[in-house]
């Protein structure tokens, strides 16, 4: 890889983590169960999670590489939260595996693949991306709230937790 990207914020060490991330998705051609996806989350120089995607193999369809290798990487670190991470994946995450990042608060993804090259392959992401720009009547998948009783005990749920918290919670509107 001589020429990994113009982009004068791609380090040495990125396009060796990065190429490990390839690396990884390169072993699906001869695993079954496994597709071309490899991910690796990066603390402090140090790979603490690593991935592969592992949907058909383990029956499970949020098994995504990036998703693997952040679960790795809060196992090995014991905690959720991942400010100080960086991750590298061989294409651009997926809504689910880049929302998956905002959770755990990685900072910054660096990718191979774009999803331009995932969706010529085959791959639905772009799609997903696109339906979840829709207002949520319009996607495909429909989403159907209840109000009521059921309603009112699942806010309860909520209100509880919070109010056990040791410090106040600030709403996300």
């Given at each position: ?57 383990l029956h499970d369809p949020t098994a995504h590489a990036e998703v693997m290798a952040l679960r790795a ?101």
């Open positions: 890889m001589s020429d990994i990207s113009s982009a004068s914020d791609i380090s040495s060490a990125d396009v060796a983590f990065l190429q490990r991330a390839v690396a990884i998705s390169r072993r699906a051609l001869e695993a079954p169960g496994i597709t071309p996806f490899g991910a690796l989350v990066v603390v402090g120089g140090a790979v603490v999670g690593e991935g592969s995607s592992s949907v058909v193999k990487a809060g196992a090995a670190l014991e905690r959720h939260i991942l400010a100080d991470g960086v991750m590298y994946t061989s294409s651009e995450p997926c809504p689910m595996c880049l929302t998956a990042c905002y959770w755990a608060c990685i900072p910054r993804v660096v990718y191979a693949a774009d999803s331009r090259d995932v969706a010529a392959h085959g791959f639905e992401d772009l799609r997903l991306y696109r339906e979840l720009t829709l207002d949520s009547t319009d996607r495909t998948l429909r989403g159907v709230p209840v109000d009521g009783p059921l309603r009112a005990e699942a806010v309860s749920v909520l209100k509880a937790w919070t109010d056990a918290l040791p410090e106040p919670v600030v709403p996300k509107f």
